[in-house]
């Protein structure tokens, strides 16, 4: 069964920073691009981060400069390092698995973790 788990939401003041993980299975994750989606509410999921397996990144320009995607391929994870938060960063952010390039698009991920809230309030 493919499964992600996402970890590492919670409350954040802004200008302050948070790291979400992914935590996957072997089979779900060797070979595979991942990426990092976020769904604010009321709005439309939205594209954040992505990785390939080689390790190229792909980052919305919303957050570039700030957030930062890694994968350590040995342990099956995928993080997301998020600093100088914003209000507007606030949203339950997804994991998922990318299955053919296109890094950018909704419809190339097959797989979705079942997302972690992520609050920046003061």
């Known amino acids: 069964q493919v499964q992600l788990v996402e970890s590492g939401g919670g409350l954040v003041q802004p200008g302050g920073s948070q790291r979400l993980s992914c935590t996957a299975s072997?089979?779900?994750?060797?070979?595979?691009?991942m990426g990092w989606f976020r769904q604010a509410p009321g709005k439309e999921r939205e594209f954040v981060a992505a990785i390939s397996w080689s390790g190229n990144t792909y980052y919305a320009d919303s957050v570039k400069g700030r957030f930062t995607i890694s994968r350590d391929n040995a342990n099956n994870t995928v993080s997301l390092q998020m600093n100088s938060l914003k209000l507007e960063d606030a949203a339950v952010y997804y994991c998922a698995r990318n299955y053919r390039g296109n890094y950018y698009d909704f419809s190339s991920y097959d797989y979705w973790g079942q997302g972690t809230q992520v609050t920046v309030s003061s």
């Open positions: 072997r089979r779900t994750f060797s070979g595979y691009g």
